[in-house]
């Protein structure tokens, strides 16, 4: 079992829970996720790694409630437990290897950060900061009462910009549109990670590849196993089948399908799409994963 040895609101319908969970929180690194299961009978959910302590042997996720599954594990308080916390799973960010660090040093780099999209950049531009790698954050929400980490994310990036699509705080507009006066303004950027809905990394993508700006992107397609196996998370990157939750989550974003990958998301909640999908992809769709029948 794993305690939850804290829990916060940080916006409309977005909470914070601190996991106690020592073997990930000892081997997690900023890009990986988990998978927390709150009973036997329940489904596994995939979150981003937040945040870490390794001394205090926790891992922070951020839970957006959206579906029964979120409300019933935000329906948990400090001191109850989930049944399961796998992790850490994916490949951790390229930018926050050490083997990397000297390479890095050398870029400037800018994180959008759309929506919930803010959970995962966070723990990125942390380690950086603590690597002595100043970068800048565009932090972007619907509207001001979505927004948070804020006062957490001024104090490890070097410039935050904050925008909100209504104007309520901040620039009035979204990450591409802050982007683009940044970099009309003379801003300099050697590379760009998007972290957030697969539309928005889709149209930053589509406006770094016409600036000529190398582009990250962490994709969040649905998972179910979180090891390969089921194939729920397939992709198509530079014309090649990838799984996201063991060849990333992290790919190149003018590589990424993502008209394919946002129109097999939503064929996929249905059983007749799974079908459908299971037919098209033949052998590159895996199989196993309960929904779609089918071994690997």
Not at 85 to 104: A, D, H, M, Q
Not at 216 to 229: A, C, H, K, R, Y
Not at 260 to 266: P, T
Request: charged share 25%.
């Amino acid at each position: 079992m794993y305690p939850i040895v804290r829990k916060e609101k940080l916006a409309d319908q977005i909470y914070l829970m601190d996991i106690k969970a020592p073997r990930v929180a000892r081997e997690c690194l900023p890009g990986q996720f988990i998978i927390a299961k709150m009973d036997e009978v329940g489904e596994r959910i995939p979150l981003t790694i937040c945040d870490y302590d390794r001394e205090k042997e926790t891992v922070t996720i951020v839970v957006q409630t959206i579906g029964a599954g979120t409300e019933r594990m935000m329906a948990l308080s400090e001191g109850d437990a989930l049944e399961d916390f796998v992790g850490p799973l994916g490949c951790p960010s390229e930018l926050c290897l050490e083997k990397n660090l000297e390479e890095t040093k050398k870029k400037h780099i800018v994180y959008i950060a759309g929506g919930l999209g803010t959970a995962p950049v966070y723990p990125q531009v942390k380690w950086l900061k603590e690597h002595g790698i100043a970068v800048d954050v565009i932090m972007g929400s619907r509207t001001k009462d979505l927004l948070f980490y804020i006062d957490e994310m001024k104090a490890v990036a070097e410039n935050v910009y904050v925008t909100t699509d209504d104007g309520t705080y901040g620039f009035h507009g979204n990450g591409c549109q802050q982007l683009e006066a940044l970099t009309g303004e003379g801003k300099h950027y050697d590379v760009c990670v998007a972290i957030g809905p697969m539309i928005m990394m889709k149209f930053v993508s589509l406006l770094t590849k016409k600036l000529e700006i190398p582009t990250i992107v962490s994709m969040n397609p649905i998972m179910v196993d979180g090891t390969g196996m089921c194939g729920a998370c397939r992709l198509v990157v530079g014309g090649e089948v990838k799984f996201a939750c063991v060849d990333g989550p992290e790919f190149d974003g003018h590589l990424v399908d993502f008209d394919q990958a946002m129109k097999r998301q939503l064929q996929y909640k249905t059983e007749e799409g799974r079908a459908k999908l299971a037919y098209e992809e033949g052998n590159t769709h895996h199989g196993g994963c309960g929904q779609c029948g089918g071994d690997r």
